[in-house]
Protein backbone atom coordinates (compact mmCIF):
# COMPACT_ATOMS: atom_id res chain seq x y z
CA UNK A 1 0.00 0.00 0.00
CA UNK A 2 1.57 3.15 -1.28
CA UNK A 3 1.14 6.68 0.12
CA UNK A 4 -2.17 8.94 -0.53
CA UNK A 5 -1.82 12.16 -0.29
CA UNK A 6 -5.51 13.64 -1.10
CA UNK A 7 -6.63 17.63 -1.31
CA UNK A 8 -4.51 20.32 -0.78
CA UNK A 9 -4.10 24.08 -0.31
CA UNK A 10 -8.21 24.62 -0.43
CA UNK A 11 -9.91 22.66 2.40
CA UNK A 12 -10.04 19.32 0.91
CA UNK A 13 -10.72 16.44 2.68
CA UNK A 14 -7.86 15.01 4.47
CA UNK A 15 -9.44 11.00 4.50
CA UNK A 16 -7.33 8.32 2.39
CA UNK A 17 -9.05 7.88 -0.55
CA UNK A 18 -10.55 4.61 -1.49
CA UNK A 19 -8.87 4.88 -5.19
CA UNK A 20 -5.49 3.55 -3.57
CA UNK A 21 -7.40 0.89 -4.34
CA UNK A 22 -4.41 0.96 -7.92
CA UNK A 23 -1.65 1.02 -5.09
CA UNK A 24 0.61 3.22 -6.43
CA UNK A 25 3.59 3.83 -4.56
CA UNK A 26 2.60 7.60 -4.57
CA UNK A 27 -0.91 8.69 -5.51
CA UNK A 28 -2.06 12.56 -5.89
CA UNK A 29 -6.29 12.12 -5.35
CA UNK A 30 -8.03 15.06 -6.88
CA UNK A 31 -11.34 15.38 -5.28
CA UNK A 32 -14.01 17.98 -4.40
CA UNK A 33 -15.07 17.96 -0.39
CA UNK A 34 -18.86 16.79 -1.64
CA UNK A 35 -18.22 13.67 -3.84
CA UNK A 36 -17.68 10.22 -2.70
CA UNK A 37 -14.02 9.39 -4.07
CA UNK A 38 -15.19 5.59 -5.18
CA UNK A 39 -16.79 7.40 -8.27
CA UNK A 40 -13.15 7.15 -9.69
CA UNK A 41 -14.80 7.79 -13.41
CA UNK A 42 -17.65 10.31 -13.32
CA UNK A 43 -16.28 13.41 -14.49
CA UNK A 44 -19.45 15.54 -14.45
CA UNK A 45 -20.16 15.08 -10.50
CA UNK A 46 -16.90 17.55 -9.93
CA UNK A 47 -17.85 20.47 -12.50
CA UNK A 48 -20.40 21.61 -9.91
CA UNK A 49 -20.18 25.50 -9.89
CA UNK A 50 -22.08 25.97 -7.02
CA UNK A 51 -20.21 23.13 -4.56
CA UNK A 52 -16.81 24.85 -5.29
CA UNK A 53 -14.88 24.76 -2.07
CA UNK A 54 -15.85 28.32 -0.36
CA UNK A 55 -12.59 29.35 -0.27
CA UNK A 56 -11.80 28.52 -4.28
CA UNK A 57 -15.25 31.10 -4.81
CA UNK A 58 -13.91 33.25 -2.45
CA UNK A 59 -10.47 33.42 -4.68
CA UNK A 60 -12.84 33.66 -8.06
CA UNK A 61 -14.63 36.85 -6.54
CA UNK A 62 -11.25 38.40 -5.46
CA UNK A 63 -10.42 38.27 -9.20
CA UNK A 64 -13.75 40.39 -9.65
CA UNK A 65 -12.76 44.36 -10.62
CA UNK A 66 -16.12 46.19 -10.18
CA UNK A 67 -18.66 47.04 -7.86
CA UNK A 68 -21.94 45.97 -9.95
CA UNK A 69 -20.18 42.72 -11.14
CA UNK A 70 -19.44 41.93 -7.13
CA UNK A 71 -23.05 42.33 -6.40
CA UNK A 72 -24.16 40.42 -9.24
CA UNK A 73 -21.44 37.45 -8.37
CA UNK A 74 -23.08 37.17 -4.51
CA UNK A 75 -26.51 37.02 -6.62
CA UNK A 76 -26.00 33.82 -8.40
CA UNK A 77 -26.76 31.29 -5.30
CA UNK A 78 -26.43 30.74 -2.00
CA UNK A 79 -22.99 29.15 -1.50
CA UNK A 80 -21.31 31.83 -3.10
CA UNK A 81 -23.09 34.46 -1.04
CA UNK A 82 -22.11 32.99 1.92
CA UNK A 83 -18.42 32.53 0.78
CA UNK A 84 -17.75 36.12 -0.20
CA UNK A 85 -18.07 38.90 1.81
CA UNK A 86 -20.78 41.45 1.60
CA UNK A 87 -18.02 44.39 2.26
CA UNK A 88 -14.88 43.01 0.42
CA UNK A 89 -12.27 45.30 1.92
CA UNK A 90 -9.55 44.52 0.14
CA UNK A 91 -10.67 42.59 -3.11
CA UNK A 92 -11.79 45.75 -5.37
CA UNK A 93 -9.57 48.70 -6.65
CA UNK A 94 -10.88 52.07 -6.37
CA UNK A 95 -13.15 52.64 -8.65
CA UNK A 96 -14.18 54.25 -11.97
CA UNK A 97 -16.11 57.21 -10.63
CA UNK A 98 -19.95 57.66 -12.00
CA UNK A 99 -21.20 61.41 -11.97
CA UNK A 100 -24.22 62.20 -9.47
CA UNK A 101 -26.81 64.01 -11.22
CA UNK A 102 -28.63 67.28 -9.85
CA UNK A 103 -30.65 65.80 -7.17
CA UNK A 104 -34.16 67.95 -5.98
CA UNK A 105 -33.22 70.28 -3.04
CA UNK A 106 -36.54 69.18 -1.38
CA UNK A 107 -36.55 66.03 -1.79
CA UNK A 108 -32.83 64.50 -1.75
CA UNK A 109 -33.86 61.40 -0.58
CA UNK A 110 -33.73 60.02 -3.82
CA UNK A 111 -30.49 60.24 -5.98
CA UNK A 112 -29.31 59.09 -9.16
CA UNK A 113 -26.27 58.90 -10.89
CA UNK A 114 -24.48 58.52 -14.45
CA UNK A 115 -22.54 55.51 -14.52
CA UNK A 116 -20.94 56.91 -18.13
CA UNK A 117 -18.86 53.55 -18.00
CA UNK A 118 -21.43 51.56 -18.72
CA UNK A 119 -23.82 53.56 -20.01
CA UNK A 120 -26.09 53.03 -16.92
CA UNK A 121 -28.20 55.94 -14.49
CA UNK A 122 -27.90 54.16 -11.12
CA UNK A 123 -31.05 55.40 -8.48
CA UNK A 124 -30.56 55.10 -5.07
CA UNK A 125 -33.40 55.83 -2.30
CA UNK A 126 -31.14 57.24 0.56
CA UNK A 127 -33.96 57.57 3.31
CA UNK A 128 -31.34 59.08 5.84
CA UNK A 129 -30.63 61.99 3.28
CA UNK A 130 -33.81 63.71 4.06
CA UNK A 131 -33.62 67.29 4.86
CA UNK A 132 -29.74 66.75 4.53
CA UNK A 133 -27.34 68.25 1.81
CA UNK A 134 -24.68 66.67 0.05
CA UNK A 135 -21.71 68.07 0.79
CA UNK A 136 -18.86 66.24 -0.64
CA UNK A 137 -18.10 62.99 -1.36
CA UNK A 138 -14.34 60.28 -1.07
CA UNK A 139 -13.70 56.96 -1.51
CA UNK A 140 -17.95 55.87 -1.76
CA UNK A 141 -18.81 58.23 1.26
CA UNK A 142 -20.97 60.94 1.46
CA UNK A 143 -20.53 63.86 3.59
CA UNK A 144 -24.00 65.18 4.74
CA UNK A 145 -25.15 67.76 6.69
CA UNK A 146 -28.27 69.61 7.68
CA UNK A 147 -29.08 73.14 7.13
CA UNK A 148 -28.32 74.23 10.93
CA UNK A 149 -24.93 72.25 10.89
CA UNK A 150 -26.13 70.40 13.83
CA UNK A 151 -26.02 66.88 12.20
CA UNK A 152 -23.22 66.09 10.41
CA UNK A 153 -22.83 62.22 9.32
CA UNK A 154 -21.18 60.21 6.57
CA UNK A 155 -23.25 57.75 4.57
CA UNK A 156 -22.40 54.77 2.35
CA UNK A 157 -25.36 54.78 -0.16
CA UNK A 158 -24.14 51.08 -1.34
CA UNK A 159 -23.89 49.60 1.94
CA UNK A 160 -26.25 51.88 3.36
CA UNK A 161 -23.88 52.33 6.18
CA UNK A 162 -24.19 55.74 8.21
CA UNK A 163 -21.72 57.03 10.45
CA UNK A 164 -22.33 60.21 12.99
CA UNK A 165 -19.63 62.81 13.10
CA UNK A 166 -19.58 65.67 15.57
CA UNK A 167 -21.72 68.37 15.10
CA UNK A 168 -20.43 71.55 13.59
CA UNK A 169 -22.34 73.75 15.68
CA UNK A 170 -20.21 72.50 18.49
CA UNK A 171 -17.30 74.28 20.26
CA UNK A 172 -14.04 73.53 18.29
CA UNK A 173 -10.94 71.68 20.25
CA UNK A 174 -7.30 73.16 19.45
CA UNK A 175 -4.82 70.71 17.93
CA UNK A 176 -2.72 71.13 20.46
CA UNK A 177 -4.02 71.57 23.76
CA UNK A 178 -7.38 69.50 23.99
CA UNK A 179 -8.73 73.44 24.73
CA UNK A 180 -11.84 74.26 23.17
CA UNK A 181 -11.65 77.71 21.83
CA UNK A 182 -13.75 78.38 18.50
CA UNK A 183 -16.87 77.66 16.72
CA UNK A 184 -17.51 77.45 13.29
CA UNK A 185 -19.38 79.36 11.14
CA UNK A 186 -22.31 77.77 10.78
CA UNK A 187 -23.94 80.34 8.04
CA UNK A 188 -21.30 79.88 5.32
CA UNK A 189 -21.96 77.73 2.48
CA UNK A 190 -21.48 74.65 1.51
CA UNK A 191 -19.74 75.12 -1.58
CA UNK A 192 -16.09 74.03 -1.62
CA UNK A 193 -16.01 71.39 0.89
CA UNK A 194 -13.81 68.84 0.95
CA UNK A 195 -13.57 65.37 3.09
CA UNK A 196 -10.66 62.98 2.86
CA UNK A 197 -10.20 60.04 5.36
CA UNK A 198 -6.57 58.72 6.13
CA UNK A 199 -7.41 55.00 5.83
CA UNK A 200 -10.44 53.20 5.94
CA UNK A 201 -13.36 54.40 8.21
CA UNK A 202 -13.17 50.34 9.94
CA UNK A 203 -9.77 51.58 11.42
CA UNK A 204 -10.20 53.18 14.73
CA UNK A 205 -7.27 56.14 13.82
CA UNK A 206 -8.69 56.78 10.56
CA UNK A 207 -8.42 60.71 10.64
CA UNK A 208 -11.43 62.51 8.90
CA UNK A 209 -9.90 65.88 8.02
CA UNK A 210 -12.64 68.29 6.09
CA UNK A 211 -12.25 71.68 4.31
CA UNK A 212 -15.62 73.61 5.17
CA UNK A 213 -16.28 76.62 2.73
CA UNK A 214 -12.46 77.05 1.57
CA UNK A 215 -11.78 78.40 4.61
CA UNK A 216 -11.59 76.14 7.65
CA UNK A 217 -10.51 72.95 8.32
CA UNK A 218 -11.02 70.73 10.89
CA UNK A 219 -10.56 66.90 11.91
CA UNK A 220 -11.78 64.29 14.21
CA UNK A 221 -11.78 60.58 14.35
CA UNK A 222 -15.23 58.29 13.72
CA UNK A 223 -17.02 58.55 17.85
CA UNK A 224 -15.02 61.62 18.74
CA UNK A 225 -17.69 64.13 20.21
CA UNK A 226 -16.08 67.36 18.46
CA UNK A 227 -13.91 68.22 16.21
CA UNK A 228 -10.54 69.54 16.37
CA UNK A 229 -9.35 73.03 14.24
CA UNK A 230 -6.24 72.44 12.28
CA UNK A 231 -5.74 76.10 10.36
CA UNK A 232 -6.08 79.23 12.55
CA UNK A 233 -5.79 82.07 9.36
CA UNK A 234 -9.17 81.59 8.45
CA UNK A 235 -8.73 84.83 6.15
CA UNK A 236 -6.97 83.55 3.53
CA UNK A 237 -8.86 80.84 1.20
CA UNK A 238 -7.51 77.66 1.14
CA UNK A 239 -7.24 76.18 -2.69
CA UNK A 240 -7.03 72.41 -1.47
CA UNK A 241 -6.10 70.08 1.73
CA UNK A 242 -5.25 67.00 2.24
CA UNK A 243 -3.83 64.63 5.19
CA UNK A 244 -0.81 62.20 4.07
CA UNK A 245 1.63 60.08 6.65
CA UNK A 246 0.65 62.06 9.50
CA UNK A 247 0.73 65.69 8.24
CA UNK A 248 -1.70 68.02 7.45
CA UNK A 249 -0.97 69.71 4.03
CA UNK A 250 -2.55 73.22 3.12
CA UNK A 251 -2.69 74.69 -0.19
CA UNK A 252 -2.82 78.67 -0.07
CA UNK A 253 -3.13 80.98 -2.97
CA UNK A 254 1.12 81.37 -3.09
CA UNK A 255 2.18 78.94 -0.52
CA UNK A 256 2.18 75.55 1.04
CA UNK A 257 1.62 74.80 4.90
CA UNK A 258 2.65 72.01 6.09
CA UNK A 259 1.40 71.02 9.95
CA UNK A 260 2.36 67.54 12.03
CA UNK A 261 -0.64 65.87 13.15
CA UNK A 262 1.20 65.18 16.60
CA UNK A 263 4.15 68.11 17.16
CA UNK A 264 3.91 71.60 17.38
CA UNK A 265 5.68 71.80 14.09
CA UNK A 266 4.67 74.68 11.01
CA UNK A 267 6.45 74.99 7.84
CA UNK A 268 5.63 77.07 4.74
CA UNK A 269 6.95 76.39 1.34
CA UNK A 270 6.56 79.32 -0.91
CA UNK A 271 5.57 79.01 -3.87
CA UNK A 272 5.99 82.92 -5.26
CA UNK A 273 8.31 82.33 -7.95
CA UNK A 274 6.66 80.08 -9.32
CA UNK A 275 5.67 81.24 -12.07
CA UNK A 276 3.09 78.38 -13.41
CA UNK A 277 1.47 78.37 -9.97
CA UNK A 278 1.10 82.31 -8.89
CA UNK A 279 -0.74 82.29 -12.91
CA UNK A 280 -3.24 79.32 -12.35
CA UNK A 281 -6.51 79.13 -12.19
CA UNK A 282 -6.74 76.01 -10.06
CA UNK A 283 -4.50 74.14 -8.18
CA UNK A 284 -4.88 70.76 -5.85
CA UNK A 285 -2.99 67.87 -4.46
CA UNK A 286 -2.59 64.55 -6.25
CA UNK A 287 -1.74 61.61 -3.81
CA UNK A 288 0.64 59.15 -5.59
CA UNK A 289 2.38 56.33 -4.35
CA UNK A 290 5.53 58.05 -3.81
CA UNK A 291 4.21 61.25 -1.61
CA UNK A 292 2.43 64.62 -2.31
CA UNK A 293 2.20 66.51 -6.21
CA UNK A 294 0.50 69.62 -6.80
CA UNK A 295 -1.47 70.06 -9.86
CA UNK A 296 -1.40 73.89 -11.09
CA UNK A 297 -4.17 74.06 -13.55
CA UNK A 298 -4.07 76.83 -16.10
CA UNK A 299 -6.94 78.15 -18.97
CA UNK A 300 -7.06 75.71 -21.81
CA UNK A 301 -6.83 73.04 -19.52
CA UNK A 302 -2.68 72.56 -19.06
CA UNK A 303 -1.20 71.70 -16.55
CA UNK A 304 1.97 71.99 -14.92
CA UNK A 305 3.09 68.96 -12.23
CA UNK A 306 4.74 69.75 -9.20
CA UNK A 307 6.26 67.36 -6.89
CA UNK A 308 7.23 67.77 -3.21
CA UNK A 309 10.40 67.66 -1.82
CA UNK A 310 11.45 67.03 1.97
CA UNK A 311 15.39 68.06 1.37
CA UNK A 312 15.46 70.99 0.35
CA UNK A 313 11.90 71.77 1.02
CA UNK A 314 10.97 72.60 -2.49
CA UNK A 315 8.02 72.06 -4.90
CA UNK A 316 10.04 70.69 -8.00
CA UNK A 317 8.03 70.85 -11.28
CA UNK A 318 7.97 67.45 -13.29
CA UNK A 319 7.02 65.93 -16.29
CA UNK A 320 4.71 63.20 -14.83
CA UNK A 321 3.36 61.41 -12.17
CA UNK A 322 5.57 57.41 -12.33
CA UNK A 323 1.85 56.27 -11.63
CA UNK A 324 -0.72 56.51 -14.58
CA UNK A 325 -3.60 58.33 -13.32
CA UNK A 326 -6.63 60.24 -14.65
CA UNK A 327 -7.88 63.05 -13.25
CA UNK A 328 -11.87 63.78 -13.19
CA UNK A 329 -12.79 67.67 -12.59
CA UNK A 330 -16.11 69.20 -11.65
CA UNK A 331 -16.94 72.71 -11.75
CA UNK A 332 -13.16 73.60 -13.32
CA UNK A 333 -12.19 72.10 -10.47
CA UNK A 334 -9.51 69.08 -10.24
CA UNK A 335 -11.65 66.35 -7.50
CA UNK A 336 -10.82 63.12 -7.98
CA UNK A 337 -7.73 60.44 -9.68
CA UNK A 338 -7.93 57.16 -9.90
CA UNK A 339 -5.34 54.84 -11.23
CA UNK A 340 -5.88 54.12 -14.74
CA UNK A 341 -4.01 50.86 -15.23
CA UNK A 342 -6.76 48.98 -13.72
CA UNK A 343 -9.07 49.63 -16.27
CA UNK A 344 -8.98 48.94 -19.76
CA UNK A 345 -11.49 52.02 -20.39
CA UNK A 346 -9.62 54.90 -18.66
CA UNK A 347 -7.20 57.07 -20.65
CA UNK A 348 -4.30 57.19 -18.05
CA UNK A 349 -1.93 60.79 -17.94
CA UNK A 350 -5.64 62.35 -19.19
CA UNK A 351 -8.15 64.45 -17.30
CA UNK A 352 -11.81 63.67 -17.65
CA UNK A 353 -14.28 66.83 -17.04
CA UNK A 354 -17.61 67.60 -16.61
CA UNK A 355 -19.27 70.97 -18.40
CA UNK A 356 -22.23 72.26 -18.70
CA UNK A 357 -23.59 72.69 -22.04
CA UNK A 358 -25.53 75.52 -23.40
CA UNK A 359 -29.12 74.36 -23.77
CA UNK A 360 -29.97 73.23 -26.86
CA UNK A 361 -32.71 75.74 -28.61
CA UNK A 362 -35.00 72.77 -29.77
CA UNK A 363 -34.94 71.32 -26.68
CA UNK A 364 -37.66 73.00 -24.05
CA UNK A 365 -36.20 74.88 -20.95
CA UNK A 366 -37.36 72.12 -18.79
CA UNK A 367 -34.51 69.79 -20.13
CA UNK A 368 -30.71 70.47 -19.26
CA UNK A 369 -27.45 68.51 -20.68
CA UNK A 370 -24.42 68.32 -19.32
CA UNK A 371 -20.99 66.77 -21.55
CA UNK A 372 -17.57 65.01 -20.39
CA UNK A 373 -14.85 65.77 -22.34
CA UNK A 374 -11.69 64.28 -21.84
CA UNK A 375 -8.19 65.60 -22.65
CA UNK A 376 -4.36 65.22 -22.60
CA UNK A 377 -2.44 66.62 -20.22
CA UNK A 378 -1.38 68.74 -22.72
CA UNK A 379 -4.48 70.47 -23.05
CA UNK A 380 -5.38 68.03 -26.27
CA UNK A 381 -9.28 66.97 -26.18
CA UNK A 382 -9.84 63.83 -27.36
CA UNK A 383 -13.11 62.92 -26.97
CA UNK A 384 -16.45 64.35 -26.19
CA UNK A 385 -19.79 63.15 -24.63
CA UNK A 386 -22.93 64.59 -24.27
CA UNK A 387 -25.37 63.86 -22.15
CA UNK A 388 -29.34 64.57 -21.62
CA UNK A 389 -30.53 64.59 -18.39
CA UNK A 390 -34.37 64.85 -20.03
CA UNK A 391 -37.10 66.64 -18.77
CA UNK A 392 -38.02 63.94 -16.14
CA UNK A 393 -39.35 65.72 -13.32
CA UNK A 394 -36.52 64.83 -10.01
CA UNK A 395 -34.18 66.53 -12.27
CA UNK A 396 -33.44 70.05 -11.61
CA UNK A 397 -31.63 71.92 -14.36
CA UNK A 398 -28.62 71.99 -13.24
CA UNK A 399 -25.61 71.12 -13.02
CA UNK A 400 -24.36 67.38 -12.16
CA UNK A 401 -23.46 68.05 -8.45
CA UNK A 402 -20.32 65.37 -7.78
CA UNK A 403 -18.23 62.45 -9.02
CA UNK A 404 -18.64 59.84 -6.53
CA UNK A 405 -16.91 56.62 -6.31
CA UNK A 406 -18.41 53.74 -5.57
CA UNK A 407 -17.27 51.61 -2.49
CA UNK A 408 -18.53 49.34 -0.23
CA UNK A 409 -15.95 50.30 2.96
CA UNK B 1 10.93 11.23 -15.33
CA UNK B 2 7.84 11.49 -13.28
CA UNK B 3 4.67 9.21 -14.30
CA UNK B 4 1.40 10.50 -13.93
CA UNK B 5 -1.54 8.24 -14.39
CA UNK B 6 -4.93 9.61 -14.69
CA UNK B 7 -7.96 8.51 -13.78
CA UNK B 8 -8.72 6.57 -17.02
CA UNK B 9 -5.41 5.07 -16.71
CA UNK B 10 -3.27 6.90 -19.46
CA UNK B 11 0.32 7.75 -18.70
CA UNK B 12 1.94 10.97 -18.62
CA UNK B 13 5.80 11.02 -19.33
CA UNK B 14 6.69 14.22 -17.69
CA UNK B 15 10.21 15.80 -16.72
CA UNK B 16 10.83 15.87 -13.15
CA UNK B 17 12.34 19.59 -13.39
CA UNK B 18 8.85 20.43 -15.50
CA UNK B 19 6.88 18.74 -13.00
CA UNK B 20 8.03 20.32 -10.12
CA UNK B 21 6.16 23.49 -10.92
CA UNK B 22 3.30 21.71 -8.81
CA UNK B 23 4.02 22.37 -5.20
CA UNK B 24 2.55 18.96 -4.71
CA UNK B 25 4.26 16.67 -6.60
CA UNK B 26 7.68 18.66 -5.84
CA UNK B 27 7.19 18.34 -2.10
CA UNK B 28 6.27 14.09 -2.96
CA UNK B 29 9.38 14.33 -4.89
CA UNK B 30 11.69 15.74 -2.06
CA UNK B 31 9.79 13.26 0.21
CA UNK B 32 10.76 10.06 -1.29
CA UNK B 33 14.13 11.17 -3.29
CA UNK B 34 16.23 8.35 -3.26
CA UNK B 35 14.00 5.68 -3.10
CA UNK B 36 13.18 2.76 -6.42
CA UNK B 37 12.07 4.13 -9.48
CA UNK B 38 8.03 2.93 -8.83
CA UNK B 39 8.24 5.71 -6.45
CA UNK B 40 8.47 8.12 -9.53
CA UNK B 41 4.64 7.27 -10.40
CA UNK B 42 2.23 10.23 -9.26
CA UNK B 43 -1.51 8.72 -9.86
CA UNK B 44 -4.23 12.00 -10.53
CA UNK B 45 -7.59 10.77 -10.35
CA UNK B 46 -10.62 11.75 -10.61
CA UNK B 47 -10.03 13.71 -13.68
CA UNK B 48 -10.28 12.83 -17.35
CA UNK B 49 -7.50 12.67 -18.98
CA UNK B 50 -8.33 16.02 -20.89
CA UNK B 51 -6.83 17.89 -17.61
CA UNK B 52 -3.26 16.07 -16.89
CA UNK B 53 -2.62 16.82 -21.05
CA UNK B 54 -3.57 20.45 -20.35
CA UNK B 55 -1.90 20.94 -17.26
CA UNK B 56 1.35 19.67 -18.74
CA UNK B 57 1.06 21.54 -21.99
CA UNK B 58 0.84 24.64 -19.03
CA UNK B 59 3.87 23.39 -17.50
CA UNK B 60 5.79 22.95 -20.54
CA UNK B 61 4.76 26.32 -22.31
CA UNK B 62 6.25 28.06 -18.60
CA UNK B 63 9.13 25.66 -18.38
CA UNK B 64 10.42 27.81 -21.58
CA UNK B 65 10.88 30.07 -19.41
CA UNK B 66 11.68 29.82 -15.87
CA UNK B 67 12.04 32.49 -13.23
CA UNK B 68 11.18 35.30 -15.78
CA UNK B 69 7.77 34.77 -15.23
CA UNK B 70 7.12 35.76 -11.86
CA UNK B 71 10.04 38.66 -12.13
CA UNK B 72 9.73 42.55 -14.26
CA UNK B 73 12.84 41.41 -16.06
CA UNK B 74 10.75 39.42 -18.32
CA UNK B 75 11.06 41.44 -21.79
CA UNK B 76 8.30 42.87 -22.62
CA UNK B 77 7.88 41.39 -26.01
CA UNK B 78 7.89 37.91 -24.52
CA UNK B 79 5.15 38.62 -21.68
CA UNK B 80 2.59 39.65 -24.22
CA UNK B 81 3.87 36.83 -26.75
CA UNK B 82 3.05 34.94 -23.46
CA UNK B 83 -0.24 36.65 -21.89
CA UNK B 84 -1.50 35.98 -25.40
CA UNK B 85 -0.79 32.01 -25.22
CA UNK B 86 -2.49 32.18 -21.75
CA UNK B 87 -5.38 33.93 -23.08
CA UNK B 88 -5.78 30.88 -25.76
CA UNK B 89 -5.06 28.16 -23.33
CA UNK B 90 -7.67 29.25 -20.43
CA UNK B 91 -10.47 30.11 -23.69
CA UNK B 92 -12.32 26.79 -22.93
CA UNK B 93 -15.55 25.99 -21.74
CA UNK B 94 -16.62 26.59 -18.61
CA UNK B 95 -16.13 22.71 -17.67
CA UNK B 96 -13.05 22.40 -18.38
CA UNK B 97 -12.31 25.71 -16.48
CA UNK B 98 -13.48 24.04 -12.85
CA UNK B 99 -11.61 21.24 -13.44
CA UNK B 100 -8.47 23.14 -14.03
CA UNK B 101 -9.14 25.08 -11.05
CA UNK B 102 -9.64 22.07 -8.97
CA UNK B 103 -6.34 20.30 -10.38
CA UNK B 104 -4.40 23.40 -10.15
CA UNK B 105 -5.91 23.40 -6.54
CA UNK B 106 -5.09 20.01 -5.63
CA UNK B 107 -1.30 20.00 -7.39
CA UNK B 108 -0.56 23.36 -6.19
CA UNK B 109 -0.07 25.52 -9.15
CA UNK B 110 -0.28 29.20 -8.00
CA UNK B 111 -0.42 31.02 -11.29
CA UNK B 112 -2.72 28.25 -13.49
CA UNK B 113 -5.24 28.52 -10.68
CA UNK B 114 -4.89 31.92 -10.54
CA UNK B 115 -5.18 31.76 -14.28
CA UNK B 116 -8.20 30.10 -14.19
CA UNK B 117 -9.98 32.26 -11.56
CA UNK B 118 -9.27 35.61 -12.83
CA UNK B 119 -10.78 33.80 -16.65
CA UNK B 120 -13.99 32.64 -14.55
CA UNK B 121 -14.32 36.38 -13.41
CA UNK B 122 -13.93 37.44 -16.88
CA UNK B 123 -16.65 35.35 -18.24
CA UNK B 124 -19.05 37.09 -15.37
CA UNK B 125 -18.35 39.89 -15.73
CA UNK B 126 -21.36 42.05 -17.31
CA UNK B 127 -23.29 39.03 -16.77
CA UNK B 128 -26.73 38.74 -15.04
CA UNK B 129 -26.76 36.85 -11.23
CA UNK B 130 -29.50 34.56 -13.68
CA UNK B 131 -27.31 34.48 -16.66
CA UNK B 132 -24.24 33.27 -14.63
CA UNK B 133 -26.45 30.53 -13.33
CA UNK B 134 -27.25 29.22 -16.23
CA UNK B 135 -23.95 29.02 -17.76
CA UNK B 136 -22.37 27.56 -14.71
CA UNK B 137 -25.83 25.20 -14.47
CA UNK B 138 -26.12 26.58 -10.08
CA UNK B 139 -29.70 26.67 -8.97
CA UNK B 140 -29.35 29.53 -6.59
CA UNK B 141 -31.32 27.97 -3.43
CA UNK B 142 -31.20 31.34 -1.79
CA UNK B 143 -33.84 31.19 1.58
CA UNK B 144 -36.72 32.86 1.49
CA UNK B 145 -34.99 36.12 2.86
CA UNK B 146 -32.64 36.84 0.63
CA UNK B 147 -34.82 36.31 -2.74
CA UNK B 148 -37.50 38.45 -1.77
CA UNK B 149 -35.41 41.37 0.44
CA UNK B 150 -31.75 41.39 0.13
CA UNK B 151 -31.13 40.80 -3.25
CA UNK B 152 -33.96 42.70 -5.12
CA UNK B 153 -32.61 45.80 -3.01
CA UNK B 154 -29.10 45.05 -4.02
CA UNK B 155 -29.93 44.45 -7.67
CA UNK B 156 -31.95 47.92 -8.30
CA UNK B 157 -28.60 49.68 -8.56
CA UNK B 158 -27.22 47.22 -10.49
CA UNK B 159 -29.13 46.76 -13.36
CA UNK B 160 -32.33 49.00 -13.11
CA UNK B 161 -31.99 51.69 -15.69
CA UNK B 162 -34.53 54.14 -15.65
CA UNK B 163 -34.25 56.44 -18.27
CA UNK B 164 -32.66 53.99 -20.89
Redesign the interface.
Known amino acids: MG?T?V????G?SKTP?A?SF?A?????????NK?P?T???S?SK?????H??PE?VE????????T??Y???????????SACDPKPRHHLPPQLPWLMLPYNLLDPTWIYFDDVW?S?????YIPEAKGMVYCASYRGWFLLADHGFREVFLLNP?TQTRIQLPSFSAPVKRLRDDSFGWFINVNCSITGTKVTFSSDLTDPNCLITVLLSRYTVICCRVGDLYWTRVNYNVYQPLDDVTYYNGRFYLLYKESMKIIESDKPDERIVPMTELEAVRKCVRKCFLEGKSGIYVLAVHPQEKFVLYQFLEEPLILKQIANTSNNIAIFYRNNYPCLTVCADDWESLDGSSVYMENKCVPNASKSAAGSHYSIYSAKWDGQKIEHMVHDL?K?PQFRPGEPVMWFQPSFV | MITL?S??KRKFHVLEEVANQSL??RD?IED?RG??R??R????????SKIPEKVIVYWLRHFLMPEEIAHASMSHKKAEKLKKWEAKFFDTD??TL??L???A????IPSL??GA??K???I??????EE??EI????????HE?EEEE?PS?????W?????
Not at chain 1, 24 to 32: A, G, H, K, L
Not at chain 2, 41 to 48: C, K
Not at chain 2, 124 to 129: E, T, V
Not at chain 2, 154 to 158: C, Q, S, Y
Open positions: LIGARHFSSLPPVSVVINSMREVSCFRDWALPILISSKVKSTDVRFRAVCSPWREKRRKFLGE | ISDTIVRRRADIILVTNINIDNDILADSLDFDCEVSDLKNRSAVGSKIENEFTEIENAWVRNEFA
